[in-house]
């Protein structure tokens, strides 16, 4: 009964690859979000999506996109990987419309390692 | 400036003790405030929100002061499971992310 799960849990790949991480709640929840952490353990969040809808997009290389079938899926496709993508991503959802803020519930995080 | 910012630490600190944590934000629109907690390889877990009447949850109590745009979080009679990155995390008004804070690290010993 995981709430928020987050597919591959471990990823190693070469530059220059392209990949994708699943994102998958089972909340019910109406936004979900990627957050990136680096080696420094600083989270910060990439992107967001309320109901399907791209709400935020931080300033990140425009290789990152996001794809969100539905409600319950938002996956992350990296293009061109580079040695600074190195970090873990955590998937994260929460529920709510615009004007509330909710408790956010994050996924185990992808660990991804580019070597 | 950082947007949050926390003493990393570590705070090491003996099994009973009561440990403080500071946190200082710089946007003053932020709406909402809380206090996550991370294990060592683990996801964020919510620990508790924050509210400007301070407020309090067991063993743990945090504060607000919007006026110095700082937040804190007391933890009274340490255990072992207490020892996690605390991270001070915030939200600005109409923005739907959080913008989190670098963690201060607590170790509790035995």
């Known amino acids: 009964d995981t709430a928020v799960s987050q597919t591959p849990k471990y990823l190693v790949t070469q530059m220059g690859n392209d990949k994708s991480i699943k994102c998958e709640q089972n909340l019910g929840h109406d936004t979900m979000y990627w957050y990136k952490q680096d080696s420094k353990k600083f989270l910060k969040i990439m992107f967001s999506?309320?109901?399907?809808?791209?709400?935020i997009n931080e300033t990140v290389p425009n290789r990152f996109s996001p794809k969100s079938p539905d409600k319950a899926h938002l996956n992350l496709h990296i293009n061109s990987l580079e040695l600074g993508d190195s970090a873990v991503y955590f998937c994260?959802?929460?529920?709510?419309?615009?004007?509330?803020?909710?408790?956010?519930?994050f996924g185990p995080g992808t660990r991804l390692t580019v070597t | 400036r950082k947007e949050v910012e926390q003493d990393p630490g570590p705070f090491n600190v003996p099994e009973g003790a009561t440990v403080a944590f500071n946190c200082t934000y710089s946007n003053s629109a932020s709406q909402s405030f809380f206090w996550y907690r991370q294990d060592c390889r683990k996801e964020p877990k919510l620990l508790m929100s924050?509210?400007?009447s301070g407020n309090e949850d067991g063993r743990f109590t945090a504060q607000l002061n919007r006026a110095s745009q700082y937040i804190s979080l007391l933890i009274r009679d340490s255990k072992l499971s207490d020892s996690a990155t605390y991270l001070c995390v915030v939200n600005e008004a109409g923005r739907r992310a959080l913008t989190f804070g670098s963690g201060t690290r607590l170790q509790v010993q035995p």
């Open positions: 924050v509210y400007s």
């Open positions: 999506y309320n109901n399907k809808e791209l709400i």
């Open positions: 994260a959802s929460s529920q709510g419309g615009r004007g509330r803020f909710d408790e956010q519930y």
